[in-house]
């Protein structure tokens, strides 16, 4: 068995093949969790767990890209903006009724993006201190649910290391930075996801270092599709990434995929 723990079946590329997607997937053993990114994708991730009656979970969560703050405007994904092309402010009501849901197993994806940002110095410090803000009402919202947390992060590590507890329950989506980094994460008691960006940025030496219980692997599908599989990423291109950690880690495709299964129903309680 495989679990693919960020996935966006949810998403606008999928719209013409999702249960074609879904039933390739389950078909190869491979469970998935969607993953939303602001309350439409989250709704819609929430009702496609209705059709499945196992294999198929959600993650409801206002992604940082998507807040509506007036201070600088990001770039929409062209994935998801046929659901919804306004930015949103963070209802906490709203999402928490999404994760009665028995089906939702995580608040997410949530955290930090610092990818484009503002130019002045005024600016940058509000877009910050604005995600912040958002960032710590949904954290309290997954402490109030008692559900594990997927964080997003790009370009703000130290910020979002800074904003955590001693301890925290949840896994670090799409880890991109170096072995230090992942360390602190490691000691406040995360996991660590790996995806297809293990083909496109060097991160072999914390692949190597990194505890074999404390890791999980997805997709975050439809993007960083992995070698050797081109275009429109899938759950079932997961295996790809279980192969190439096996491989830096010495270790059975056998061995990691059984391994980061075992984890992801732990974290996720699948």
């Not at 190439?244 to 880690?249: C, D």
Request: glycine share 6%.
């Amino acid at each position: 068995m495989l679990i693919d723990t960020h996935a966006h079946l949810n998403f606008n590329a999928y719209k013409n093949d999702i249960d074609d997607v879904v039933k390739r997937s389950l078909n190869n053993n491979v469970w998935m969790i969607n993953v939303g990114s602001q309350y439409s994708t989250s709704k819609r991730a929430v009702e496609l767990t209705e059709k499945y009656p196992q294999g198929v979970y959600a993650a409801v969560g206002l992604h940082p890209i998507h807040l509506s703050d007036g201070i600088f405007k990001t770039k929409i994904d062209k994935e998801e903006i046929e659901f919804n092309t306004r930015e949103e402010e963070f209802d906490c009501e709203q999402y928490k009724k999404l994760a009665q849901s028995k089906k939702v197993v995580a608040i997410g994806e949530i955290g930090f993006d610092y990818w484009y940002r503002p130019k002045t110095k005024k600016k940058l410090e509000e877009f910050k201190n604005k995600q912040k803000e958002t960032f710590l009402k949904q954290l309290g919202l997954a402490k109030e649910l008692n559900l594990p947390v997927i964080f997003h992060c790009r370009a703000a590590h130290q910020d979002l290391i800074d904003s955590l507890g001693a301890k925290e329950r949840g896994v670090i989506h799409c880890f991109s930075g170096n072995w230090q980094e992942a360390e602190k994460y490691l000691n406040k008691g995360l996991y660590l996801g790996f995806n297809g960006i293990i083909f496109k940025l060097n991160l072999d030496e914390t692949i190597e270092k990194a505890p074999l219980d404390r890791m999980l692997i997805e997709t975050d599908c439809p993007y960083l599709t992995p070698a050797p599989m081109e275009g429109r990423n899938e759950p079932i291109y997961v295996r790809y990434v279980a192969e190439k950690i096996a491989k830096i880690k010495k270790k059975s495709y056998q061995e990691i995929s059984e391994i980061t299964a075992k984890n992801a129903k732990s974290l996720f309680a699948l």
